[in-house]
């Protein structure tokens, strides 16, 4: 069963830690994306990667870090630098860079 | 950067009624997709649509690409069909693959 999995779907952390979130997909997918969501708004492109041991900025990178070292997994770690990191986290992958994305389920960050 | 707007924010309809959703962008576009985001939050694929007319059961989606828009259309709608639907750009000079979304239309089915 193809798909793209993230885990866990709530996380609660207190200020000050820093927290990773799971990406994992079974499409042999080469391009993977992580994005957030505040409420009532769209996505915004936090990192991206188009192949193993390479990722790249997106437009709102600062507070966290990413790593690419296995084609099916793309954490996230959210750094205590993140100003607000409360918000709702949704990695993506395609076969290739601009072609049609699929998103996992989300993961629901709650800092306190 | 590239804008997308859609139109309207926010909609109320009847079940069995039908509905047309509207997607305009303000640059050329690589790749257009729309999502059906569920109350659970999971963005469910719905079409890859960067240029002309898909249909998938009750749901169509038209792209005019040369003159930026997009429309989804919903027909005999049901109370599942119910959440925020997005459409989502690729804009034409990218090579980040970074979609960029609107701000989404909320729809509202009544039984």
């Known amino acids: 069963d193809g798909g793209i999995t993230q885990s866990p779907k709530y996380l609660f952390r207190k200020e000050g830690q820093n927290v990773t979130l799971s990406c994992e997909q079974n499409?042999?997918?080469?391009?993977m994306y992580w994005y957030r969501q505040d409420p009532g708004q769209g996505l915004r492109l936090i990192y991206y990667?188009?192949?193993?041991?390479?990722?790249q900025k997106g437009d709102i990178a600062e507070g966290y870090s990413v790593s690419r070292e296995k084609k099916e997994s793309f954490p996230l770690t959210v750094t205590s630098a993140q100003k607000n990191p409360t918000a709702f986290y949704l990695c993506a992958s395609s076969i290739g860079v601009g072609l049609e994305q699929y998103f996992g389920p989300g993961t629901r960050l709650t800092v306190t | 950067g590239i804008q997308v707007e859609q139109s309207p924010p926010d909609l109320i309809l009847q079940e069995g009624a039908n509905s047309t959703l509207r997607c305009n962008f303000s640059d050329s576009v690589n790749n257009l997709q729309w999502f059906h985001q569920n109350p659970w939050g999971q963005l469910i694929n719905l079409f890859y649509i960067p240029s002309g007319t898909k249909q998938n059961g009750r749901l169509s989606a038209t792209t005019v690409a040369t003159e930026r828009y997009s429309l989804l259309y919903i027909s005999s709608s049901q109370t599942t069909d119910s959440g925020v639907y997005f459409c989502a750009v690729l804009h034409g000079s990218s090579n980040t693959g970074k979609l960029i979304f609107g701000q989404g239309t909320t729809l509202q089915v009544k039984p």
């Open positions: 990667s188009q192949i193993v041991n390479d990722f």
């Open positions: 499409l042999n997918h080469d391009a």
